[in-house]
């Protein structure tokens, strides 16, 4: 348990762990089991010290003040949002992403006689997923990009992350899968810092939005392909259906939807067809 640096008198009592507990299911989606209630106490302490609250009753009281559209909340959804994630992630699917999907995508774009090509990364955290696919886009499909207009999207509901997406800047964490043919033409080095060029940045537009909100993405218009990799395994079965549903519902005819490769639409919706490819699976809408 990771509750030693909390100072005493400063836990998380059942109550209000519920209550802020299902603030956050409300909210994101995302359900807090009871073995992990030591994730909030460590994840917001820092925040009550901020604050100057003494307790995390306090802390409630202080959220209740305000509406969802406050700091706070932001500040408290960003608090538990897990981030890790990095460039490159999940080869088997990138490989089916340039070699097989994408391929497939330009040429029902060119059937239907449209001349867009736009990709949704759902949960994109600090940039990492939707800039890859932009690199690949951008080194193995430059005439496509010439004939078509690319739109990359990606969206999470924290904040934080996305300002960091929007620098461009990684640690050498994020960057250790990047191939050295991207990265000699992509990054630069800045002390033990990486930066992004800027016509890979330009590439992507980004947006604070919910998948649990359906008018959000909704707004966000129709989509060729959708990325939404390692997000669900945070919600519950519930949420899980809903957040599906909507990226079902902006999905285009015969698009795409990538899951992690250790989840599964299993139980959750029977919309999709399951495509198999070498070592990584997608779904698609019939």
């Given at each position: 348990?990771?509750?030693?640096?909390l100072p005493?008198?400063?836990?998380?009592?059942e109550d209000?762990?519920?209550?802020?507990?299902?603030i956050?299911y409300r909210?994101?989606?995302?359900?807090i089991?009871?073995?992990?209630k030591?994730?909030l106490?460590t994840?917001?302490?820092?925040?009550?010290?901020a604050?100057?609250?003494?307790s995390?009753?306090?802390?409630?009281?202080?959220?209740?003040n305000?509406n969802?559209?406050?700091?706070?909340?932001?500040?408290?959804?960003d608090?538990?949002?897990?981030?890790?994630?990095?460039?490159?992630?999940?080869?088997?699917?990138?490989?089916?992403?340039e070699k097989?999907?994408?391929?497939?995508?330009?040429?029902?774009?060119?059937?239907?006689?449209?001349?867009?090509?736009?990709i949704?990364?759902?949960?994109c955290?600090?940039?990492?997923?939707?800039?890859?696919?932009?690199?690949?886009?951008?080194?193995?499909?430059?005439?496509?990009?010439?004939?078509?207009?690319?739109?990359?999207i990606?969206?999470?509901?924290?904040?934080?992350?996305?300002?960091n997406a929007?620098?461009?800047?990684?640690?050498?964490?994020?960057?250790r899968?990047v191939?050295?043919?991207?990265f000699?033409?992509?990054?630069?080095?800045?002390?033990?810092?990486?930066l992004?060029?800027?016509?890979?940045?330009?590439?992507?537009?980004?947006y604070?939005a919910?998948?649990?909100?359906?008018?959000?993405l909704?707004?966000?218009g129709?989509?060729?392909?959708?990325?939404c990799?390692n997000?669900?395994i945070?919600f519950?079965k519930?949420s899980k259906?809903?957040?599906?549903?909507?990226?079902?519902?902006v999905l285009?005819?015969k698009g795409?939807?990538?899951i992690?490769?250790?989840?599964?639409l299993?139980?959750?919706?029977?919309?999709?067809?399951?495509v198999l490819?070498n070592?990584?699976i997608?779904?698609?809408?019939?």
């Amino acid at each position: 348990m990771e509750t030693g640096n909390l100072p005493e008198g400063m836990t998380l009592d059942e109550d209000t762990f519920l209550q802020l507990r299902d603030i956050i299911y409300r909210e994101s989606g995302i359900f807090i089991q009871e073995q992990k209630k030591y994730l909030l106490e460590t994840r917001l302490i820092k925040r009550l010290k901020a604050l100057k609250l003494n307790s995390f009753k306090d802390y409630m009281k202080h959220l209740k003040n305000g509406n969802l559209n406050t700091p706070e909340y932001r500040y408290l959804l960003d608090a538990i949002t897990i981030n890790e994630t990095s460039f490159f992630r999940n080869t088997p699917q990138l490989q089916a992403f340039e070699k097989v999907v994408f391929p497939e995508l330009v040429n029902l774009a060119r059937e239907n006689g449209r001349r867009q090509i736009r990709i949704l990364s759902a949960g994109c955290s600090s940039g990492e997923e939707p800039y890859t696919l932009a690199m690949i886009l951008h080194r193995r499909f430059p005439t496509v990009l010439q004939e078509f207009q690319l739109e990359i999207i990606g969206f999470d509901i924290s904040q934080e992350v996305l300002q960091n997406a929007l620098k461009g800047e990684y640690s050498q964490f994020s960057i250790r899968n990047v191939p050295e043919e991207y990265f000699k033409a992509y990054f630069a080095r800045n002390g033990n810092r990486f930066l992004l060029k800027d016509e890979i940045k330009n590439m992507v537009k980004f947006y604070r939005a919910n998948l649990m909100d359906g008018l959000q993405l909704k707004r966000m218009g129709v989509f060729d392909l959708i990325f939404c990799r390692n997000v669900l395994i945070y919600f519950d079965k519930d949420s899980k259906k809903k957040a599906i549903q909507n990226l079902y519902n902006v999905l285009h005819p015969k698009g795409y939807l990538f899951i992690g490769h250790s989840e599964s639409l299993h139980g959750v919706s029977h919309a999709f067809k399951l495509v198999l490819f070498n070592k990584a699976i997608a779904y698609k809408k019939e």
